[in-house]
C-alpha cells in the first residue's frame, strides 16, 4: 500500500545513503549526512543529528524526485524568488517614506439637495485640506498646491467601445489654488479650509445600467524638489423630496363599469414599505331579475426603472453617428420589485355597483441598487412606474338567490400604471439655508443725528428740570382692563340708561377691603335683572 510503501522506502534510501557516504572509521555512531553534504565536513552539533534522525525530517531532493516523481520542483524555486523580490520591494518602499502627505477633514453635514431641481437651494461642502508633514524631513517647501471640484459623466454604451473620450466626460466646477509663491511648511500638520456651494439643479450621483454620475474632490501638491502628492476623494450628492399629502389617481375600464382608484404616498424611497390602497367599484350590474357580478381573483404589482441616455461621440469617432451634436439612445427597463396577491381584500356586493377594496404593502428589493428619480443635462433619465394587474371573473346569479353563482367564463385583466416619485431619505429634512445662523450683514448703519434749520449739528444735553416719576409710584391699570364681560355691561346699561330704567350697581372691591377683610354692603338688586360685571362707567364713578 503506498501509505506503507514510503517509510519503506525513506528508511532503505537512509540506509543506503549511510552506507555510500560514511568513511571508513573506529567510531560505533553511525554517519547522518545527506546526498547534499559534502563528505569530510563537520559534523553539526548533536540537537541537529537528533532532528535529522526523527522519522518527520525533511526529505532530500533526490528522494523527493524518487517519490514525487511528477511534481513541478521549479515552483519552490519560484516562490522563494517572489518572497525574495517582495521583501526587496517592502525594504525599498520602508526606506523611501514621502515627506507630506494630504488629507481631507469634512465639517459639512452629508450633501443633499432638498427639493426639486428648479426650486432647490443646492448644497454647502466645506471641510479642511491638511497636509501632514513628517518630522524625519524637517520640512517641505510647496511650490504649486490646488484643489479641483470636478463632476464625472460615464456612459456604458460608449459610440467607441475602446474610446475612453466617448465613455467619459468631466467637467469641473470649481479650482482653488492657495499659494502664489513657494511656501515652506515645518513638519506637523497645516490646515487649509475651503467651502462651496453645489447648485440645486446638479444630478445626484447614481450608477446605473446604462450610465453613471460621480463627482469627486482633487487635490495636488509639488514639491521644489519635484516630489508630487495627491489625494482623489469621491463625493456622494443625493437629491430628497420632502413628502406631501397622498395622490388618488382613477382608471376606467371600458366597455365595462369598472372604476378603479389607487392611493399612492407622494414619494417613496428605495428601502423601506410603502401603503397603496385599491378601491375597485362598479363590479355588480343588476337587471331585472338577474345581475351580473365580477369577482376578484388574484392581483399582481410590480415597479419598473426605466433609464434612458443619449451617448455621445468625440471628434474622432463623430462620423460613425452622422456627425458632432448627434448621439445614440440607449433605454433599459427592469423590475426591481414585484408580488403577487390571491387573498386579502374584502368584497362588498350589497352596496350600489358593489366594490372591492384592497390595501398592501409594496417595496423595492433593495438588492436591486435602485436608482432614484433623475433627469440630468448630458441626457441620463431614470423614472419609476408601479404597474397592478387585476384579474377579475365574470359570473352570474338570480336577484332572489345571490349565492346560486354561475360562472360565466369570462374574465378580463385590468391593467394599472401609475407614476412613482422615488427619493432617498433627507434625514434632518432641513436646507443649509434655513440651519445656518443669522447674518447681520443686512442690518442698517444707526440713525442719523438731527440738524437745525440753519444747518448746525444738534447735541445732547442733561436733564435739569423737575425729577421724574418712579414707576413704583405709578398707578396700576389693572382695572380698566378691557374684558368681553365689561363690554358687555357697558352695552347693556347704555341701552337700559336710553329706556330709562334705573338699577344698581355691585361695588368693586379695592385693595383696601382686602386687607382689612371688610366687605361694603351691596345695594338690593332686583330679581329680574341678572347679574353683570361692573363697566368702565361703574368704575370711575
Known amino acids: 500500500m503506498p501509505g506503507r510503501l514510503i517509510p519503506n522506502l525513506i528508511r532503505n534510501a537512509s540506509s543506503l545513503h549511510s552506507s555510500v557516504t560514511s568513511t571508513p572509521s573506529h567510531s560505533n555512531n553511525s554517519s547522518t549526512v545527506s546526498v547534499n553534504e559534502i563528505p569530510g565536513h563537520a559534523k553539526k552539533p548533536t540537537h541537529k543529528s537528533e532532528r535529522a534522525r526523527s522519522p518527520e525530517r525533511r526529505l532530500s531532493f533526490s528522494m523527493d524526485h524518487l517519490i514525487h516523481p511528477l511534481r513541478d520542483h521549479s515552483k519552490e524555486k519560484r516562490r522563494s524568488l517572489g518572497r525574495a523580490g517582495r521583501s526587496k520591494e517592502r525594504s525599498s518602499h520602508e526606506a523611501h517614506t514621502p515627506a507630506a502627505k494630504l488629507d481631507v477633514l ?17 448644497a454647502l461642502f466645506s471641510g479642511c485640506l491638511r497636509i501632514a508633514v513628517s518630522e524625519l524631513t524637517g520640512g517641505v517647501i510647496l511650490s504649486q498646491f490646488d484643489v479641483r471640484l470636478v463632476s464625472k459623466t460615464s456612459t456604458k454604451k460608449p459610440v467607441s467601445n475602446h474610446c475612453s473620450n466617448c465613455a467619459t466626460r468631466t467637467e469641473e466646477l470649481t479650482q482653488w489654488n492657495f499659494i502664489t509663491e513657494d511656501l515652506h511648511l515645518n513638519s506637523g500638520d497645516h490646515d487649509f479650509p475651503f467651502s462651496y456651494l453645489f447648485p440645486g439643479h446638479l444630478p445626484a450621483s447614481c450608477n446605473g445600467v446604462l450610465g453613471q454620475i460621480e463627482y469627486f474632490l482633487l487635490a495636488h501638491a509639488r514639491s521644489v524638489t519635484g516630489e508630487e502628492y495627491s ?42 414599505h410603502f401603503p397603496v390602497e385599491m378601491t375597485l367599484s362598479g363590479v355588480v350590474d343588476k337587471g331585472e331579475k ?7 381573483r388574484k392581483m399582481m404589482w410590480r415597479i419598473e426603472e426605466q433609464q434612458k441616455i443619449v451617448s455621445t461621440a468625440c471628434q474622432k469617432h463623430a462620423h460613425k453617428i452622422g456627425g458632432e451634436g448627434k448621439g445614440v439612445l440607449h433605454q433599459e ?40 428619480d433623475m433627469e440630468a443635462p448630458g441626457g441620463l433619465e431614470v423614472k419609476h412606474n408601479l ?29 394599472m400604471q401609475f407614476h412613482l416619485h422615488v427619493t432617498q431619505r433627507g434625514g434632518l429634512g432641513i436646507s443649509w439655508d434655513e440651519e445656518m445662523p443669522p447674518i447681520y450683514e443686512d442690518v442698517p448703519a444707526s440713525p442719523p443725528c438731527y440738524t437745525k434749520p440753519d444747518g448746525a ?14 414707576y413704583t409710584d405709578l398707578e396700576r391699570i389693572d382695572s380698566l382692563r378691557l374684558d368681553s ?21 355691585l361695588p368693586r372691591f379695592t385693595t383696601d377691603d382686602l386687607v382689612t377683610g ?24
Not at 469634512?106 to 432638498?114: A, G, M, Q, R, W
Not at 449739528?457 to 418712579?470: K, M, V
Not at 338688586?525 to 361703574?538: G, L
Request: aromatic fraction near 6%; include cysteine.
Open 106 to 122: 469634512i465639517e459639512s453635514p452629508p450633501l443633499v439637495c432638498y427639493g426639486p431641481p428648479t426650486s432647490s437651494t443646492g
Open 231 to 272: 489625494l482623489k476623494l469621491p463625493l456622494d450628492i443625493s437629491r430628497s423630496l420632502l413628502p406631501g399629502p397622498d395622490k388618488s389617481s382613477i382608471r376606467i375600464f371600458p366597455p365595462t363599469n369598472l372604476t378603479g382608484r389607487i392611493v399612492l404616498p407622494s414619494v417613496i424611497y428605495p428601502i423601506g
Open 290 to 296: 338577474t345581475q351580473t357580478r365580477w369577482r376578484l
Open 333 to 372: 427597463t427592469r423590475v426591481i420589485g414585484h408580488n403577487e396577491e390571491k387573498s386579502g381584500w374584502k368584497t362588498d356586493f350589497d352596496t350600489a355597483g358593489g366594490e372591492i377594496t384592497m390595501q398592501f404593502d409594496a417595496n423595492i428589493n433593495p438588492a436591486a441598487n435602485a436608482v432614484c
Open 387 to 415: 404597474v397592478i394587474e387585476l384579474i377579475v371573473a365574470e359570473e352570474f346569479c338570480p336577484n332572489g338567490n345571490t349565492r346560486l353563482i354561475t360562472p360565466t367564463g369570462a374574465a378580463r385583466v385590468l391593467r
Open 457 to 470: 449739528h444738534s447735541f445732547i444735553e442733561d436733564y435739569n428740570g423737575s425729577p421724574l416719576p418712579d
Open 485 to 505: 364681560s365689561s363690554t358687555r355691561s357697558s352695552t347693556l346699561s347704555s341701552n337700559r340708561s336710553t329706556h330709562g330704567s334705573t338699577h344698581g350697581r
Open 518 to 541: 371688610e366687605s361694603p354692603a351691596a345695594s338690593p338688586i332686583p330679581s329680574r335683572a341678572p347679574s353683570r360685571a361692573p363697566s368702565i362707567d361703574s368704575t370711575r364713578e
